[in-house]
């Protein structure tokens, strides 16, 4: 029972895991899966350039670096808006 658990990021009151906007002060709920979806959507990226990067060779190698790359930014971007917004919450 972890989401009823969530509280608002502006106004800090208990609302429901589901909700996108706060009832309290209608601020807007960032969501925590789309987060996860963009480092999962990373991390495959980038395994998957990695295979292509040492597997192939010419262009399809090149395709399989700029994967790799475009996977490990979408991967540490997206851990580091996760990371931010956990100390943005705990500095309030
Ligand atoms: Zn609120």
């Not at 996860?36 to 959507?41: N, P, S, Y």
């Amino acid at each position: 029972m972890s989401r009823d658990r969530v509280h608002c990021v502006d106004c800090r009151e208990p609302i429901p895991g589901d909700a996108r906007i706060c009832p309290h002060c209608e601020a807007v709920q960032p969501s925590p899966l789309v987060d996860a979806g963009i480092v999962v959507a990373g991390v495959f990226a980038f395994v998957f350039g990695a295979i292509l990067a040492l597997m192939t060779i010419g262009t399809t190698r090149l395709a399989g670096f700029l994967l790799l790359v475009v996977g490990f930014g979408l991967a540490v971007g997206g851990y580091t808006r996760h990371v931010d917004r956990q100390a943005a919450r705990r500095a309030r």
